[in-house]
Nanobody
Framework: QVQLVESGGGLVQAGGSLRLSCAAS????????MGWFRQAPGKEREFVAG???????YYADSVKGQFTISRDNALNTVYLQMNSLKPEDTAVYYC???????????????????WGQGTQVTVSS
């Protein structure tokens, strides 16, 4: 069983930045594909970014050049650096994990086995 705990959310003005963290349990973190999803009010949860075991990264088009995903295997943590935030980035952000060695970055919810509880990001205009 893998437990994921997100942190770093909050209220920020448009144009500001936040860094989300997701700490994972488990001794084989380096093998996990880690993903970030978000769910805005009244909308379905959507893929934001993913990173695999060897650092391959995939971003949703909506966040390319704005968000950066990274991981620190020594700390069992994945990060999402969010810059130039806009009101439309307001959402609950979820961390997800699937323990698999792959060069493919899953982008669908059902492809991930474990989920965090989510952290709220609110961007004011």
């Amino acid at each position: 069983q893998v437990q994921l705990v997100e942190s770093g959310g909050g209220l920020v003005q448009a144009g500001g930045s936040l860094r989300l963290s997701c700490a994972a349990s488990g001794r084989t973190f380096r093998s996990y594909v880690m993903g970030w999803f978000r769910q805005a009010p009244g909308k379905e949860r959507e893929f934001v970014a993913g990173i695999n075991w060897n650092g391959k990264i995939y971003y949703a088009d909506s966040v390319k050049g704005q968000f950066t995903i990274s991981r620190d295997n020594a700390l069992n943590t994945v990060y999402l650096q969010m810059n130039s935030l806009k009101p439309e980035d307001t959402a609950v952000y979820y961390c997800a994990a699937v323990p698999v060695y792959t060069n493919y970055i899953p982008r669908m919810e059902y492809e991930y086995d474990y989920w965090g509880q989510g952290t709220q990001v609110t961007v004011s205009s």
